[in-house]
């Protein structure tokens, strides 16, 4: 079955902290992995991945995807307070696309 | 420019009743998907939709509908109610097909009691 995993589910840190977030997936004619950050309601988009060992910088947050080994990585650098909310990585395959559980990150000052 | 919006904010329905929500998508933006999120899950895709036609289909029942328009706007209908569809929808816009950099609206939160 197609799936969409997130690691860990929630995460507590420090401001300034460096954080990593983990999102492996197991599905059929992958198309693109995308990491989305969700503070209320919007999910608000953050990066679209679609080929392997390319890193995605915005700022303080990067991407990487690994199509191998079937996994993406999202991570956040000097961490702030703003930076707390949920992380969802999603997957589309065919006409397809699936949502992990997300992490919740808090960033605590 | 006036982002997704979404309508209503939020919804209370009885069990065994239907509901529509409707979605405006971004100026520009021709396609529009539906997702449905439960407390503590991420969401899950139901449908999307490109120039007027179902161009794909989450894991849902027939229970859910879904239409675009002329102009782009849509909506989702949800027939005989139960309460596991207590959920937050979400619309996304994108100005191509597929769910590339997708934008999303505020939701609905559907309360079925």
């Known amino acids: 079955e197609d799936k969409v995993v997130q690691s860990p589910l929630s995460l507590v840190v420090h401001e300034g902290d460096t954080v990593t977030l983990n999102c492996s997936y197991e599905v059929t004619n992958f198309r693109s992995l995308l990491w989305y950050k969700q503070e209320k309601k919007a999910p608000t988009f953050l990066f679209m991945l679609?080929?392997?060992?390319i890193e995605k910088k915005s700022g303080r947050l990067s991407s990487i995807l690994d199509k191998k080994e079937l996994f993406s990585i999202l991570n956040i650098t000097a961490t702030q307070t703003g930076d707390s909310a949920i992380y969802l990585c999603a997957v589309v395959w065919n006409n397809d696309m699936r949502f992990g559980a997300g992490t919740r990150l808090t960033v605590k000052p | 420019d006036a982002g997704v919006t979404q309508s209503p904010t939020h919804l209370i329905k009885t069990r065994g009743q239907q509901v529509t929500l409707r979605c405006s998508p971004i100026?520009?933006?021709?396609?529009v998907s539906w997702y449905q999120q439960v407390l503590g899950q991420g969401p899950q895709f139901i449908f999307q939709y490109y120039e007027k036609e179902e161009r794909g289909r989450g894991n849902f029942p027939d229970r859910f509908s879904a239409r675009q328009f002329p102009n782009y706007s849509s909506e989702l209908n949800v027939n005989a109610l139960l309460l596991g569809d207590s959920a937050l929808y979400l619309c996304?816009?994108?100005?191509?097909?597929?769910?590339?950099?997708?934008?999303f609206g505020q939701g609905t939160r559907l309360t079925v009691v």
């Open positions: 996304a816009s994108s100005f191509t097909q597929g769910f590339a950099e997708a934008f």
């Open positions: 679609t080929s392997s060992g």
């Open positions: 100026s520009g933006h021709k396609s």
